[in-house]
């Protein structure tokens, strides 16, 4: 009997041993609750992604204090694509902040190479294929509107089935180098045109420099059909 009650004591120290310290803290935060928040916040940021969206969140590995009012944000220097971090904050009873890997995935359309292309090279519809992928492995600036870049111009080479980067491309040409130029002078209340050269190529509201009639240089911005607008 001696022996029972020594055995049942050890186990009720050895349990407050265990409670004591959540007694003297607190409960815990549910980690799924944390992670839920992740999710949410994610699905909110990813609604307007094209093509089949899935949000993946690790779970928090921290044990933290309870909390009653969560808020989670993105990092500086995060985006909701791709693999990436997620905070969730704490704003009562206490604060702390916590961090959970997360990976968005977009399975969608984008724009590639259908054949190599030389720099300067002016994109017509033979030139571009459709291909599916995961959005958030790709360049944030993938292109994923083949129509939209119909005319651009590669800034260099691009290899086949290349993705198509706005970051390659650039508008297709307004002006032409040593072609007649319009020039139209504008500022509070008047608008003057006169005629110039162009020295270079650029594309719609790119800087370009125009030699006048008298032989004096101006720079401004380029517009259709070989016009260029000073703004004075």
């Not at 139209?184 to 009639?213: C, H, M, N, W, Y």
Request: glycine share 10%; aromatic share 4%.
């Amino acid at each position: 009997m001696t022996g029972r009650r020594i055995a049942g004591t050890a186990r009720w120290l050895a349990a407050l041993g265990v409670l004591a310290p959540a007694f003297a803290l607190g409960a815990a935060q549910d980690p799924d609750a944390l992670k839920t928040q992740a999710e949410q916040f994610l699905r909110i940021h990813a609604a307007g992604l094209p093509g089949k969206v899935s949000i993946e969140v690790q779970p928090a590995r921290a044990t933290l204090p309870a909390c009653s009012a969560l808020d989670a944000f993105l990092p500086v220097g995060s985006r909701p694509l791709g693999k990436t971090i997620v905070g969730v904050r704490c704003l009562a009873p206490g604060t702390w902040t916590v961090y959970l890997q997360a990976r968005v995935r977009a399975i969608a359309p984008y724009a590639a190479t259908a054949r190599p292309l030389p720099a300067r090279h002016a994109l017509g519809a033979e030139d571009v294929v459709l291909r599916e992928g995961d959005l958030g492995s790709l360049p944030v600036d993938v292109v994923t509107d083949p129509a939209a870049i119909l005319g651009y111009r590669a800034v260099s080479g691009l290899a086949a089935g290349a993705p198509l980067r706005a970051a390659t491309l650039r508008p297709p040409l307004a002006v032409q180098q040593g072609q007649a130029t319009r020039l139209v002078v504008q500022g509070p209340g008047f608008a003057v045109q006169s005629e110039g050269q162009a020295l270079a190529d650029a594309g719609i509201g790119e800087r370009v420099r125009v030699k006048t009639r008298s032989g004096q240089v101006v720079s401004g911005v380029a517009q259709e059909n070989q016009q260029v607008m000073l703004a004075f």
